[in-house]
């Protein structure tokens, strides 16, 4: 059995031009079939850290490593092998598919620029994906606006996982959905880990949704770890003040 982690932060840090650390050594690994939340006050460093794990912003110091080496951005070989095993979902599903083109161009659009399929193959398998998200074949040739926010989010997540990746980086992926929306797609992604395996990596405010998807839990503060372990344990009894805070902020939390 491989035991490196897909994708793990090094001892990372982050300082966007002028500014100051928005990121300061953290580390934070990742492997096949786990989920991971982060949470944390706003501008904790949450977004700076997926940014970091996507390959979109370098670490200043520290390193982000893919299957154990140094994320790359100039080895193209390399980028194209992550760009097939980790794929993202953003929070806004309005701002996030492009509206000029089809759902089918859109669901497919990974496979093309991945140069695993084209034409017949490429539609068959957006196809597929949009099935596994529970919307049929008949939106394929419809357009971003003929959908809801929650369908919406149903095709993004159709797109992220149409290569078949494993692990899904998602920032906020529920927090601009009615709440039986957000119930809904938060099933769907439970369903979708269990059914494939797809390991995750998710950014909320929503402490219910981490609750419900992430089975270990890292709190950020002021760029810093301050916490980690057990989403369980930790939203039991959590041993940061900052943690308690987090968890009283939220409305009506299971315990
Ligand atoms: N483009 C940028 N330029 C300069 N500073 C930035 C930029 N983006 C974020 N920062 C700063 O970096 C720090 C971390 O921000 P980050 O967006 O990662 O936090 P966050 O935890 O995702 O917050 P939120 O929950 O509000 O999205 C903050 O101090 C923020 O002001």
Redesign the pocket.
């Known amino acids: 059995m491989n035991d490196t982690p897909i994708l793990a932060l090094q001892d990372a840090s982050h300082r966007?031009?002028g500014?100051g650390l928005?990121l300061d050594g953290v580390s934070l690994a990742i492997a096949a079939g786990e989920s991971v939340g982060l949470v944390?006050e706003?501008?904790?460093?949450?977004?700076?850290?997926l940014r970091l794990l996507l390959g979109l912003d370098a670490p200043t110091s520290g390193a982000v490593l893919f299957d154990g080496v140094p994320l790359n951005r100039r080895d193209a070989a390399q980028i194209r092998r992550f760009r097939s095993s980790v794929q993202t979902v953003f929070q806004d599903p309005y701002s996030s598919l492009d509206p000029r083109q089809r759902i089918d161009r859109i669901v497919s659009e990974p496979l093309r620029s991945l140069g695993i399929a084209r034409g017949r193959d490429a539609a068959v398998q957006a196809a597929s994906a949009l099935e596994s998200v529970g919307l049929d074949a008949d939106v394929l040739a419809r357009y971003p606006h003929e959908f809801s926010g929650g369908q919406r989010q149903r095709i993004a997540i159709a797109r992220a996982i149409v290569c078949k990746p494993r692990l899904l980086l998602a920032d906020e992926p529920v927090s601009a959905l009615d709440m039986s929306t957000r119930i809904q797609v938060i099933e769907l992604l439970r369903e979708l880990r269990e059914r494939t395996g797809l390991a995750l990596v998710m950014?909320s405010?929503d402490l219910g949704a981490v609750a419900a998807l992430c089975e270990r839990t890292v709190v950020?503060r002021s760029?810093r770890v301050v916490e980690a372990g057990t989403t369980r344990q930790l939203l039991r009894a959590p041993a940061e003040g900052y943690t308690s805070a987090l968890i009283a902020a939220v409305p009506r939390l299971p315990r």
């Open positions: 966007y031009h500014g928005s944390g706003s501008g904790a460093g949450k977004t700076t850290a950014v405010h950020l760029g």
